[in-house]
């Protein structure tokens, strides 16, 4: 057996794997419609805790579907995070119109601090809620969405409720691009085995993260994951060790979010975690990107090579790729960006 050959065949298990256990994953998987949401006298005080950084543009609209929550008992915590542009005002204005809202202004960082990770710690030791929502500042809720993810928290009893965002887009390039890194999120993640106290597995997601705040602090909070960059993963990863019950949910159209506007800056906003992701190893940073071409690749090369094994081999990484992708377009939808929520419609 060549050794392209042998890549092809490598490839294929790789897929038919990381497929299977997609697929299975999923049928496991709770959305936040799965069940009826907890009348007003059941639900547990909550806060709503979110960072911005010169985010004028979309802000507004954030803030907004925060305050439209269907929830009797919300507060909402907006910290702005040494804005230059009109974020800090946008939030002041919109919070004398309504006492929900409390905004805090972060003037400087200090020391051995990442910014969101400050932020975030302190719209967290404001909150005297009995549950705690991260999200972004960038994200919009269905009015629904917190009511669900609390009642599926409690109902089920999980200390953490994890739910992956829609994603909204423009064009052709930024879908085959996002579609890919859920692909290899998930591949990677494994986020469905984050409810399995027998694994490692963790999960954490920057545009919903719900946490019991009795699991939230002896877990040690933004303050023993101060300087990670990928604050959301690390976040998950602590309240797994310290014994949290985790839980990623589908998001049923409730959650969604523009991440990065065209390519290239989907592109930096990837490459801006790369390293993280690898966990900070040289070696593993240097090595990964030609693993994934290799598995990247292997099913087209596999086709155009002689002799049946390696053309069959092929064809199963396909399909595996095919479950792949498909429980990607599961558990994230891509939508055409919209001014109105109610005319979203999915691609």
Same mark, same amino acid.
């Given at each position: 057996?060549?050794?392209?050959?042998?890549?092809?065949?490598?490839?294929?298990?790789?897929?038919?794997?990381?497929?299977?256990?997609? *697929?299975?994953?999923?049928?496991?998987?709770?959305?936040?419609?799965?069940?009826?949401?907890?009348?007003?006298? @059941?639900?547990?005080?909550?806060?709503?805790?979110?960072?911005?950084?010169?985010?004028?543009?979309?802000? @507004?609209?954030?803030?907004?579907?925060?305050?439209?929550?269907?929830?009797?008992?919300?507060?909402?915590?907006?910290?702005?995070?040494?804005?230059?542009? @009109?974020?800090?005002?946008?939030?002041?204005?919109?919070?004398?119109?309504?006492?929900?809202?409390?905004?805090?202004?972060?003037?400087?960082?200090?020391?051995?601090?990442?910014?969101?990770?400050?932020?975030?710690?302190?719209?967290?030791?404001?909150?005297?809620?009995?549950?705690?929502?991260?999200?972004?500042?960038?994200?919009?809720?269905?009015?629904?969405?917190?009511?669900?993810?609390?009642?599926?928290?409690?109902?089920?009893?999980?200390?953490?409720?994890?739910?992956?965002?829609?994603?909204?887009?423009?064009?052709?390039?930024?879908?085959?691009?996002?579609?890919?890194?859920?692909?290899?999120?998930?591949?990677?993640?494994?986020?469905?085995?984050?409810?399995?106290?027998?694994?490692?597995?963790?999960?954490?997601?920057?545009?919903?993260?719900? *946490?019991?705040?009795?699991?939230?602090?002896?877990?040690?909070?933004?303050?023993?994951?101060?300087?990670?960059?990928?604050?959301?993963?690390?976040?998950?990863?602590?309240?797994?060790?310290?014994?949290?019950?985790?839980?990623?949910?589908?998001?049923?159209?409730?959650?969604?979010?523009?991440?990065?506007?065209?390519?290239?800056?989907? *592109?930096?906003?990837? @490459?801006?975690?790369?390293?993280?992701?690898?966990?900070?190893?040289?070696?593993?940073?240097?090595?990964?990107?030609?693993?994934?071409?290799?598995?990247?690749?292997?099913?087209?090369?596999?086709?155009?090579?002689?002799?049946?094994?390696?053309?069959?081999?092929?064809?199963?990484?396909?399909?595996?790729?095919?479950?792949?992708?498909?429980?990607?377009?599961?558990?994230?939808?891509?939508?055409?960006?919209?001014?109105?929520?109610?005319?979203?419609?999915?691609?």
């Amino acid at each position: 057996m060549t050794i392209a050959t042998a890549t092809v065949a490598v490839s294929a298990l790789y897929w038919l794997e990381a497929g299977i256990s997609a *697929v299975l994953g999923n049928r496991r998987t709770p959305g936040l419609a799965s069940l009826e949401p907890l009348a007003d006298r @059941e639900l547990p005080s909550l806060s709503i805790v979110a960072a911005a950084r010169d985010e004028a543009g979309r802000v @507004e609209q954030a803030a907004r579907s925060l305050l439209a929550q269907d929830y009797p008992l919300v507060r909402i915590i907006l910290v702005d995070d040494r804005s230059v542009d @009109e974020t800090g005002r946008i939030l002041d204005r919109i919070a004398a119109e309504d006492s929900r809202l409390r905004v805090l202004h972060v003037e400087s960082l200090p020391e051995g601090w990442i910014g969101k990770c400050h932020a975030l710690a302190l719209g967290a030791e404001a909150a005297e809620s009995d549950w705690i929502l991260f999200t972004d500042a960038d994200v919009t809720l269905a009015p629904d969405a917190a009511r669900r993810a609390v009642s599926l928290a409690v109902r089920e009893g999980w200390d953490h409720v994890a739910v992956a965002p829609d994603m909204r887009i423009e064009g052709l390039s930024e879908a085959v691009f996002i579609a890919a890194f859920v692909v290899i999120f998930n591949a990677t993640l494994r986020p469905w085995l984050a409810s399995d106290p027998r694994r490692k597995n963790a999960i954490g997601i920057g545009a919903f993260n719900l *946490v019991k705040r009795k699991a939230y602090q002896p877990a040690g909070g933004h303050s023993k994951i101060r300087y990670e960059l990928l604050d959301d993963i690390a976040l998950g990863k602590i309240l797994k060790e310290s014994g949290a019950r985790q839980v990623f949910a589908r998001h049923d159209g409730r959650v969604a979010v523009r991440w990065h506007s065209g390519v290239r800056g989907l *592109v930096r906003g990837v @490459e801006k975690n790369a390293f993280p992701a690898a966990r900070y190893s040289i070696l593993l940073g240097l090595v990964a990107p030609w693993i994934q071409l290799a598995l990247a690749w292997a099913p087209v090369i596999g086709l155009l090579l002689p002799g049946a094994i390696p053309k069959i081999a092929a064809l199963a990484a396909w399909a595996g790729v095919f479950l792949c992708y498909r429980a990607a377009a599961r558990n994230v939808s891509i939508f055409y960006p919209l001014s109105d929520l109610r005319r979203w419609r999915v691609w």
